[in-house]
Structure formats: structure tokens, C-alpha cells
């Protein structure tokens, strides 16, 4: 069975504290990883996606790397306003379609 | 990036009621539109994958005849709760896949949410 794990489950950061978020999965025939950013009470944002190991993609704190087991979703010198929850999905195609499966999310507190 | 909206972002209703939510792709076409049920500090649990013209794919444990799915257009899609009971209460997201084509790139965009409560 496909599963998408993301660890750590909830991170708490100084401000100007750099750190990363794990999404390791077990998927076969893996068609896109994408990273998300979920604020309380909204639908998630699209931050990154990526289809091939040793792929990178920057977006001002935030780069995301992923190898053929996991991603990595690092973050330098966080602001408070990083502070969310972060999704990871995995892509496969199965049956004729393209299906997502997420993970739980890494809830993220940056402190000022 | 695209823009996904989702209509209401907030409805509540007395059981028994049917409840209608509405996803529309603004800026792009999309053949493939999901809807997704989120319980609190839980991830997304997927639905049903609805296709334009076509009936919509449930997941395993959906009831199909309680959440109806229609995707009339290439950029509207609506959910609605049938005969709507308090254990139906939940935030209900949708997203939408943009067509574009770049690597084979399948990006779904989301919609902002309904959060549902059955009195």
C-alpha cells in the first residue's frame, strides 16, 4: 500500500532558526511530489513540485529537495509568517488517472 | 498561480437539509476536479476524483448517493451532502488540476474550503 509519512509531526523554531521537514514515502511509479503550505481554516497553497531525484526548487526560505525515497522541505532564518502547516502529496498514475495521496502535515510554530 | 474558488466558506444547516458547494477554476479548464474531507489536525482525505462530463470516482468508504458529485463544465464542479447529519460536519476542500502540460506536470490548486456544520 502507497503511504506518504511526514515527520516531525509538529516543529516549533525561533525566528532565524533554519530547520527541515521529511516526507519519506513508498510509492510505486512515483508521477510528482508537491509540497503544500495549509493555513488554520483555508485550502492548501501550492508551493513546489518535483518529479526526479537530485531536483531542487527555491522560493525565498523555502527549498525543497527530493531523492528517490523522501523530500526534504528546508527552511533558512524562518519568519514568524512561516508559521503553518505543511503537506506533502504524492503523485501516481494508476487506473488511467493521476492520484494524489497526502501526508499528515508538519505543523509549523515560528516564534519571534 | 491559478485561482480555485470555492463556494460557501461557511454554511450551517439542520439535519436532514441537503447542502450544495461549489469549486470553480477561474484562470484555467479543468477536466479533473477533487474534493477532499479534512477533520481537525488531520490530513486531506480524498473523496471522489471528478471528471467532466463523466461520473465522478468515489474512494473506498464514500457514499456516493450522500455526496453527489457533479461536474457539468470544464470549470465547475459542486458536492452536495444529501440529507445532511451532524457527523457529516466537517471542513469539505476542493481542488482543481491545471491542464498545463510542462513535464508532465499535474498540478492540483485548492480551493479555500466550506466549513460545514449539521445542527
Known amino acids: 500500500e502507497d503511504q506518504v509519512t511526514q515527520s516531525p509531526e509538529a516543529l516549533r523554531l525561533q525566528e532565524g532558526e533554519s530547520s527541515s521537514l521529511n516526507c519519506s514515502y513508498t510509492?510505486?511509479?512515483?508521477?510528482?511530489l508537491f509540497w503544500y503550505r495549509q493555513d488554520p481554516g483555508k485550502g492548501p497553497e501550492f508551493l513546489f513540485t518535483?518529479?526526479?531525484a537530485g531536483e531542487e526548487k527555491e522560493k525565498e526560505r523555502l527549498k525543497a529537495t527530493l531523492t528517490k525515497k523522501e523530500s526534504f522541505l528546508h527552511i533558512t532564518a524562518p519568519k514568524p509568517e512561516d508559521s503553518a502547516t505543511y503537506l506533502c502529496a504524492v503523485q501516481v498514475f494508476t487506473g488511467g488517472s493521476y492520484i494524489p495521496t497526502f501526508g499528515r502535515g508538519t505543523s509549523l510554530i515560528v516564534h519571534p | 498561480g491559478a485561482v480555485v474558488s470555492q463556494h460557501p466558506s461557511w454554511v450551517i444547516c439542520k439535519s436532514g437539509t441537503s447542502v450544495k458547494i461549489e469549486c470553480r477554476s477561474l484562470d484555467f479548464q479543468a477536466t479533473t476536479m477533487f474534493w477532499y474531507r479534512q477533520f481537525p489536525k488531520q490530513s486531506l482525505m480524498l473523496m471522489a476524483t471528478?471528471?467532466?462530463?463523466?461520473?465522478?470516482?468515489?474512494e473506498q468508504g464514500v457514499e456516493k448517493d450522500k455526496f453527489l458529485i457533479n461536474h457539468a463544465s470544464l470549470t465547475l464542479s459542486t458536492l452536495t451532502v444529501t440529507s445532511a447529519h451532524p457527523e457529516d460536519s466537517s471542513f469539505y476542500i476542493c481542488s482543481a488540476r491545471d491542464l498545463t502540460v510542462h513535464r508532465g506536470e499535474n498540478i492540483q490548486y485548492f480551493g479555500a474550503g466550506t466549513r460545514l456544520s449539521v445542527l
Open positions: 471528478s471528471n467532466e462530463g463523466s461520473k465522478a470516482t468515489y
Open positions: 510509492v510505486s511509479g512515483l508521477r510528482g
Open positions: 518535483l518529479y526526479s
